[in-house]
């Protein structure tokens, strides 16, 4: 193995550890020696490949996002109807935290969690956070499949997220007993079709 190889190999072990240990007892909770013994590294490893433990935090959560965005668009982009994308889009997601809650854990923390840093380093995840749905969501705008036609596409990514967000929080809350999966149909109607009867 190149010392590259091994680098790699130690920041992706140290990457993991963090997650693992900052799901279970938060930012202020969790101290570096204890990612150190998660991950098998030295302390002083940790050092060599993030300034402190904010950068770390924020390193955890910036993968988190970005795993998130480029498994999202990898499924909603074979999808040629933008409405079915964006279910495409759901089922990822919940995939994503299924496969790993701990993600969801840092994903939920974060925007909540004021001893992190200042609010503007939160932003570019922030703006990550949109940019996972916006494209498919610009393109139903445009074709008409939503309304008010008023509104601006960001207001159609609020919207969509803060939807995803509830029901994803009621899974989560209650995994053992809550079937997210089978909800999703009901998450893509009340997005596309609103929850007002009209007459």
């Known amino acids: 193995m190149s010392i590259v190889e091994k680098k790699e190999q130690h920041r992706r072990s140290i990457l993991k550890?963090?997650?693992f240990v900052f799901a279970r007892h938060g930012f202020e909770n969790t101290k570096l020696h204890q990612i150190a013994v998660k991950s098998k590294?030295?302390?002083?490893?940790?050092?060599?490949?993030?300034?402190?433990k904010v950068a770390l935090y924020q390193a955890v959560v910036s993968e988190t996002m970005e795993q998130l965005f480029h498994v999202i668009v990898a499924r909603s982009d074979?999808?040629?109807n933008p409405l079915q994308s964006l279910t495409a889009a759901i089922i990822a997601?919940?995939?994503?935290?299924?496969e790993s809650?701990?993600?969801?854990?840092?994903?939920?923390?974060?925007?909540?969690?004021?001893?992190?840093?200042?609010?503007?380093?939160?932003v570019p995840i922030v703006f990550l956070n949109l940019s996972i749905f916006e494209?498919?969501?610009?393109?139903?705008?445009?074709?008409?499949?939503l309304k008010p036609p008023e509104a601006e596409a960001e207001d159609f990514v609020l919207s969509f997220l803060g939807i995803?967000?509830?029901?994803?929080?009621?899974?989560?809350s209650?995994?053992?007993t809550y079937d997210f999966r089978a909800k999703i149909p009901i998450i893509a109607k009340i997005f596309s079709h609103g929850t007002y009867k009209h007459d």
């Open 174 to 176: 209650s995994r053992k």
């Open 164 to 172: 995803i967000n509830s029901f994803l929080f009621r899974w989560f």
């Open 93 to 98: 997601t919940f995939e994503f935290f299924e």
């Open 17 to 19: 550890a963090a997650l």
């Open 41 to 52: 590294v030295g302390k002083g490893t940790i050092y060599n490949y993030f300034r402190d």
């Open 101 to 122: 809650p701990d993600r969801y854990v840092i994903y939920l923390r974060y925007f909540s969690d004021t001893a992190t840093s200042s609010k503007k380093s939160k």
């Open 78 to 80: 074979i999808v040629d």
């Open 135 to 145: 494209p498919k969501i610009r393109e139903c705008k445009a074709k008409g499949f």
